[in-house]
């Protein structure tokens, strides 16, 4: 099954999730769309971007299956230890599954009535990416391209720039599951596949797609940090490999693709 591209496969949408990682050169990713009714969609994903903008078009999808198939690798990620002055946890431990943990927070935004894209993107840069990687430049990148996205969702939603977006209306990614490409001490790369839903308002049906983003972190002052030279090294290295393809948790075919689900511990 296929789907044309709709108000809710936008370029605004996808541009909500990535748009930081496609602006300060963390970008390897795929995406699949789907009407997520059953609470899964599977597929293999196409689209591979260097930017946000590239998202346009229809992608293949299909139907989930109806029986729930527990994941067979579960990871209960640990809590940043701390909460910075933007709202972020930090302070994660020196592990694989510290690292982890810092980038599916830093690929986690919420896109609401009190809280722009362009707030969520500008809170990432600062929460999370490497010092190496900061610079004037990249911060006038990320509030511009924040502000095309946030124009976008403004329209697609019916309101003008500038207002607030409507009663119940949101944009949200969160990361669902990872696989490990490289890990050592100090450095971490990984597979991650994460939601972005939407919903338009109250009465809105809330739509979501998956994607598949490549991620690199360092270790830097005490705590992981995302970094260019680290994700470069793992797009490199993930040339070699099979990606693995885009099966939600509670689809078998995120069991076969490699996937390990995500649970945050207590």
């Given at each position: 099954m296929s789907r044309t591209r709709g108000t809710w496969n936008t370029k605004g949408m996808w541009a909500a999730g990535v748009a930081l990682a496609a602006v300060v050169g963390l970008t390897g990713y795929a995406m699949l769309n789907g009407d997520d009714d059953s609470g899964a969609a599977a597929g293999k994903g196409s689209v591979p971007s260097s930017a946000p903008s590239s998202f346009a078009g229809a992608v293949p999808t299909y139907q989930a299956p109806d029986d729930w198939t527990e994941p067979e690798r579960w990871a209960a990620l640990p809590r940043g230890a701390l909460t910075d002055i933007r709202g972020s946890r930090i302070g994660f431990?020196?592990?694989?599954?510290?690292?982890?943990?810092?980038?599916?927070?830093?690929?986690?935004?919420?896109?609401?009535?009190?809280?722009?894209?362009?707030?969520?993107?500008l809170r990432i840069y600062y929460s999370y990416i490497a010092k190496a990687d900061q610079s004037s430049q990249y911060v006038e990148q990320v509030k511009s391209q924040s502000q095309q996205t946030d124009k976008s969702l403004h329209k697609e939603m019916g309101v003008s720039p500038g207002q607030a977006l409507p009663s119940g209306a949101y944009v949200r990614s969160n990361v669902v599951g990872f696989k490990v490409i490289e890990k050592s001490s100090d450095e971490v790369s990984v597979w991650l596949l994460f939601r972005v839903t939407q919903k338009n308002g109250e009465t809105a049906k809330e739509k979501s797609s998956y994607a598949r983003l490549v991620n690199g972190?360092?270790?830097?002052?005490?705590?992981?940090?995302?970094?260019?030279?680290?994700?470069?090294?793992?797009?490199?290295?993930?040339?070699?490999?099979?990606?693995?393809?885009?099966?939600?948790?509670?689809?078998?075919?995120?069991?076969?693709?490699?996937?390990?689900?995500?649970r945050e511990a207590s």
């Open positions: 431990p020196h592990t694989t599954e510290g690292a982890v943990a810092m980038m599916a927070a830093a690929n986690t935004t919420d896109i609401e009535a009190n809280r722009s894209n362009v707030d969520e993107q972190a360092v270790w830097e002052d005490g705590d992981w940090k995302l970094s260019v030279d680290v994700t470069a090294r793992a797009l490199k290295k993930a040339k070699t490999l099979t990606a693995p393809g885009m099966g939600a948790p509670g689809d078998a075919k995120f069991n076969d693709y490699g996937w390990t689900a995500i």
